[in-house]
């Protein structure tokens, strides 16, 4: 069994509270350490025996892992990856990847002409319940796919939080709707896409989209996505086909 020497780049709450613990329960993944200068995480238990670097070149130059766990903020993970490749690191990268399709494409051929890996972290792809819910789409057991329909909302709407600021790549699409969009991705093999409407919602002083939804045909099925700050919680996806419906919640 062969076991990746992992660091961490940046100590975020989503780092501590959801992937911390998913990588204690494994066993092919040795954390060596991470480069953070949040006092916070030199009050992390989980870290108490392990290497705390608090300069970046150090951090970089160390042979001692090679492979990179990404949690900085959206603004910074295309610029970090990019860094990781130039000292011949793996990356695993927090969602979004990058701020946009044209860097996401750079970046990806460049780590495939290093003969590098990055991937992009959904964690909801290893869910029992989105397993399942591939098989039965792959089995057909509703019969054709007519309607698909997800969503993810959520009720935060303090300014101070990190999603909210412009600056560090904010906004409810790359916080939120990637979630719903993704799955297109993570369901069907190479989709042929026929967007019919697009829609988001800004808040002009913020400068940031706070919702959205879009309306998408991929061949005879319809797929829905609603996602958002600032309302009700919704996290769902529900499947109508032509021999049955299937609805699944708490799925992201």
């Not at 869910?127 to 509703?142: G, S």
């Not at 919702?211 to 309302?231: A, D, E």
């Amino acid at each position: 069994m062969k076991i990746h020497k992992v660091a961490f780049w940046s100590y975020s709450s989503h780092l501590k509270n959801k992937v911390l613990p998913s990588i204690k329960n494994s066993k092919n993944i040795k954390v060596v350490g991470i480069f953070s200068n949040n006092i916070s995480v030199t009050k992390d238990s989980f870290f108490k025996n392990k290497k705390i670097w608090d300069n970046e070149l150090s951090f970089l130059l160390d042979s001692n892992f090679d492979t990179v766990y990404i949690s900085s903020p959206n603004s910074k993970h295309y610029k970090n990856s990019i860094k990781c490749l130039k000292f011949n690191k793996n990356v695993i990268c927090e969602k979004p990847l990058s701020l946009s399709y044209q860097q996401s494409k750079y970046i990806i051929g460049l780590f495939n002409k290093k003969k590098k890996y990055i991937f992009e972290v959904f964690q909801y792809v290893f869910h029992p319940a989105f397993k399942k819910i591939n098989q039965i789409i792959r089995k057909k057991t509703l019969g054709e796919l007519v309607f698909i329909n997800a969503n993810f909302s959520v009720p935060i709407n303090d300014k101070k939080n990190i999603r909210f600021s412009k600056k560090l790549g904010g906004g409810s699409l790359l916080d939120l709707g990637v979630y719903p969009l993704s799955i297109i991705f993570s369901l069907f093999d190479q989709p042929k896409i026929n967007i019919i409407k697009s829609v988001m919602f800004f808040d002009k002083k913020l400068k940031i989209d706070l919702r959205g939804n879009s309306l998408i045909k991929i061949q005879n099925t319809i797929f829905n996505f609603q996602w958002g700050f600032n309302t009700a919680y919704k996290n769902n996806i529900e499947l109508i086909g032509k021999k049955g419906n299937l609805l699944c919640e708490f799925f992201f």
